[in-house]
């Protein structure tokens, strides 16, 4: 805990206290919950090794990341792709059916 220095305000903490807030602020700065945070500390506080709980953290936030990534580059095809359609129309524009088209996910050639 803290120790409040009473001339200036200033709160003071300790090695451990330190090291937790680094780890809290690195964790954070990875994308972990609050929630996910809580929990390691939880299992470390009680002398436990948090190290299998991070790993599986850790996998779940990449197949995550990787579901995420691959959704966009989906989005980016589609994306290109309707551009691409568009600038071969005489007037270069979309027309509305191209719209109701690429909303609908492109699906009804």
């Known amino acids: 805990m803290p120790i409040k220095n009473t001339e200036n305000g200033y709160k003071s903490y300790n090695q451990q206290a330190q090291q937790r807030l680094k780890f809290i602020l690195s964790a954070r700065q990875l994308d972990f919950s609050v929630e996910e945070i809580k929990e390691i500390l939880l299992v470390a506080d009680n002398g436990s090794t948090a190290c299998p709980l991070v790993r599986e953290i850790v996998e779940h936030r990449l197949a995550e990341t990787e579901k995420k990534f691959n959704d966009a580059l989906a989005l980016r095809n589609?994306?290109?792709?309707?551009?691409?359609?568009?600038?071969?129309k005489p007037d270069k524009s979309p027309t509305g059916d191209m719209l109701c088209h690429l909303i609908q996910g492109g699906n009804d050639e």
């Open 78 to 88: 589609v994306l290109r792709n309707a551009i691409d359609d568009w600038k071969s």
